[in-house]
Nanobody
Framework: QVQLVESGGGLVQPGGSLRLSCAASGGISSIKDMAWYRQAPGKQRELVATISVEGNTNYADSAKDRFTVSRDNSKHTVYLQMYSLKPEDTAVYSC??????????????WGQGTQVTVSS
């Protein structure tokens, strides 16, 4: 059974950095696009960054120049390095992946999310 598990969230002061990880496991043949989303209290979920299997990336305007998405295909893992964090970055960060399993099924799977809180 495919699972995506995020880690690396926590409490950080404004201006600080965090690195989030999202590891996929469970009968995976390949993963195409992977993405990070976030949802702040009372707000809709928003796309933060995407990365293709070839490593092509796209960022939300709020993430450009401060966040870097990367992946390790051999580990089925995607990362989000966040710098210069602001209080408005506070949210639950979730990842997803366009997964193909060994039995030929292809669908998008989501992780449960990890809390990032930016506060002094």
């Amino acid at each position: 059974q495919v699972q995506l598990v995020e880690s690396g969230g926590g409490l950080v002061q404004p201006g600080g950095s965090l690195r989030l990880s999202c590891a996929a496991s469970g009968g995976i043949s390949s993963i195409k696009d992977m993405a990070w989303y976030r949802q702040a209290p009372g707000k809709q979920r928003e796309l933060v960054a995407t990365i293709s299997v070839e490593g092509n990336t796209n960022y939300a305007d709020s993430a450009k120049d401060r966040f870097t998405v990367s992946r390790d295909n051999s580990k089925h893992t995607v990362y989000l390095q966040m710098y210069s964090l602001k209080p408005e970055d506070t949210a639950v960060y979730s990842c997803n992946g366009d997964v193909r399993t060994w039995n030929g099924v292809r669908r998008v799977y989501w992780g449960q999310g990890t809390q990032v809180t930016v506060s002094s």
